[in-house]
């Protein structure tokens, strides 16, 4: 494995031996790629109190109170991902409000990710519980999808239960929690009627906010064409978009026109990777013609982490390995992100943000992906998470690259005592 010419890691360089400092750590010399900003240079980021002070080419190394060298590596905005599924400790069975579900903690920083979306995993009945459970005790910025069924994702009769999605009380529930709940969820519904994305679509008018659709089963008369071109507004997101379910190209390999319409409407298409949902008999002819995502999520659930999806770093690197450049993967995977779910204020290094920061580097060599049925795909890029900053303070560093080597560290006599 080859890693890019001039990589030095990320090493502590200095205190400040003046005693004034200006920030509480500044990350040197690497490449930002920031979409929302326009920045895709060499630059240095500066961080005080949590906060993004400012990002400019040569900040003087002694206005910092530790200096870390990102020379070599790739400095974005934390990464925002916008499908897992986090309603975990419920104790139910075979369920995405139970134990399908992940908590987020273990499972986001060392990938870079420092907000994500559950989507849909509770419902209007359980989403307090959910709050109180998962959402309020994680590091990880935790938002949410409320789902149209009350009871949430409790998988088979629970999820095909008309008589408990109310489109009034989601409404009522997203209102109760606005600086969590960012989108309204139906997913799974395998009758052959409209009655969940309907009422689904009722409830983001209600409340004002988008609708993410995981199609489930289709109909003849109840196809996807259908949903895309004739139920979804502009602005909500059909999710798992290249999971196998329906054709995206013709026989040609042209993306399909309803498909273009659609997006040119502002309708949304998130990949959503998940244990079953990403295929590449559809992903490589449909990149191939532009059909890229508008959003790059993981699905993350307790069988996709163990499977082709692995972690969202890996399925930014299968999207840059079919050719689609960097600068794109990054926007995708925090700009766009930050927009479909109408939080602007992540995603970004702009000055005055909090500092969620992810470190990245790219690897180059031979990379073997598989999709959800465990197809390889042999890649020559791979993205690896070096170090990751949550409102400012270091919650990842793979290689303990912003430690001090330890025999400096213990020369000093407070250092030596027992804590």
């Known amino acids: 494995m080859k890693q890019l010419t001039g990589l030095t890691g990320l090493l502590l360089l200095a205190t400040s031996l ?12 690497g490449h930002v790629i920031d979409p929302a900003n326009n920045v895709n240079a060499v630059m240095d980021v500066a961080i005080a109190a949590g906060k993004i002070a400012r990002v400019a080419a040569g900040i003087p190394a002694a206005e ?44 986001t920083f060392r990938s870079g990710v420092t907000t994500v979306v559950d989507a849909g995993g509770a419902g209007w009945r359980n ?38 999605m109310d489109a009034a009380a989601t409404a009522k529930v997203a209102r109760q929690y606005p600086e969590t709940i960012v989108a309204i969820k139906t ?18 008018k209600l409340v004002g906010l988008p609708v993410m659709v995981d199609f489930g089963t289709p109909w003849p008369n109840r196809s996807f064409e259908q949903l895309i071109s004739d ?15 329906q054709p995206l190209v013709d026989h040609k390999g042209k993306v399909l026109s309803y498909l273009l319409a659609a997006r040119t409407r502002g309708v949304r298409f998130d990949l959503g990777h998940g244990g079953g949902s990403f295929v590449w008999n559809e992903a490589i002819p449909a990149i191939r013609d532009g059909w890229v995502p508008d959003t790059i999520s993981t699905d993350l659930h307790a069988s996709s982490v163990n499977a082709g999806m692995k972690d969202m770093v890996t399925t930014m690197s ?9 600068a794109d993967v990054i926007r995708m995977s925090t700009l766009n992100a930050a927009v479909s779910i109408r939080r602007t204020d992540i995603g970004t290094l702009r000055p005055g943000a909090g500092a969620d920061v992810a470190v990245l580097r790219l690897d180059k060599g031979k990379f073997g992906y598989q999709d959800a049925r465990g197809a ?15 409102d400012g303070k270091v919650v990842w560093d793979l290689n303990g690259r912003g430690g ?16």
């Open 318 to 326: 299968k999207v840059l390995s079919l050719g689609v450049p960097l």
């Open 187 to 204: 997913a799974h519904f395998a009758a052959p009627e409209w009655v969940a994305v309907d009422r689904a679509i009722e409830a983001g």
């Open 376 to 390: 390889r795909l042999t890649g020559s890029q791979k993205l690896v998470c070096e170090m990751t900053l949550r």
């Open 127 to 164: 989403f307090a519980d959910f709050k109180d459970r998962v959402i309020d005790r994680s590091k990880t910025r935790v938002l949410a999808m409320v789902n149209i069924v009350g009871r949430g994702m409790g998988g088979g009769a629970i999820e095909q239960n008309p008589e408990d």
């Open 231 to 245: 139920h979804l507004r502009p602005g909500d997101i059909s999710t798992h978009m290249y999971q196998g379910l």
């Open 64 to 107: 910092a109170r530790q200096v870390v060298d990102a020379n070599g590596l790739f400095v974005t905005p934390g990464l925002v991902d916008i499908h897992v599924h986090a309603y975990a400790g419920t104790g139910m069975r075979g369920a995405y409000s139970g134990d399908n579900s992940l908590y987020p903690d273990g499972f």
């Open 404 to 419: 001090e080597e330890w025999d400096k560290y213990y020369a000093r006599p407070e250092n030596r005592r027992a804590r």
């Open 18 to 29: 003046s005693g004034q400092t200006r920030y509480d750590l500044l990350l040197k010399g």
